[in-house]
């Protein structure tokens, strides 16, 4: 696999070659708690204290080792820290809710003041969704055609989920 970098991201890592290897590896591991805590401008500023750099080059350099780390990962470049930064990202991940159980309702109007021979059909749903050890429910009404058009293209995901091609990148995901 070949790791492509935007021109603002080589900018980035442009600077480490003038650093040093000392400074590279402060940098790097900035990097690494940037992943697994989040911002820290702290330690930024002291890190550009102590090496003797603006607080905007280490920033910029932190963001570009960052991003490094986290595409080599992804494509098995990086394999010394790969398991570590892995589990951050999974970490990082946001929590969606997950499938519960599903109730429905077929409502047809047959008739209004208006109009005597009226037939509308609706379907409701309520969906319970499991988040956070939390139950929701959403409630959502549709007519039949949108309903199968929904269906059909929930089908046709599936199926495409089932190539080898979908398959190669959940298994390279894990």
Avoid: F
């Avoid at 990082?92 to 409502?107: G, M, T």
Wanted: charged share 25%.
């Amino acid at each position: 696999m070949l790791l492509v970098l935007s021109e603002d991201q080589k900018a980035h890592l442009g600077c480490l070659p003038r650093l040093g290897s000392a400074a590279v590896g402060e940098l790097g591991r900035l990097a690494v708690e940037l992943l697994r805590r989040g911002a820290a401008p702290r330690a930024c500023e002291a890190a550009a204290r102590k090496l003797g750099v603006g607080v905007d080059a280490i920033q910029r350099g932190v963001e570009g080792l960052t991003y490094l780390l986290t595409e080599s990962s992804k494509l098995m470049l990086y394999l010394d820290n790969r398991k570590e930064i892995r589990s951050i990202l999974s970490e990082l991940a946001p929590k969606l809710p997950s499938y519960h159980s599903l109730e429905w309702r077929l409502d047809v109007q047959l008739a209004s003041r208006s109009l005597r021979q009226q037939i509308k059909p609706a379907v409701t749903l309520k969906l319970h969704l499991n988040q956070n050890e939390d139950q929701t429910a959403q409630v959502l009404q549709t007519d039949p055609s949108t309903l199968l058009h929904l269906i059909q293209q929930l089908e046709q995901a599936l199926g495409e989920m089932k190539t080898n091609h979908c398959r190669r990148i959940v298994r390279n995901m894990k």
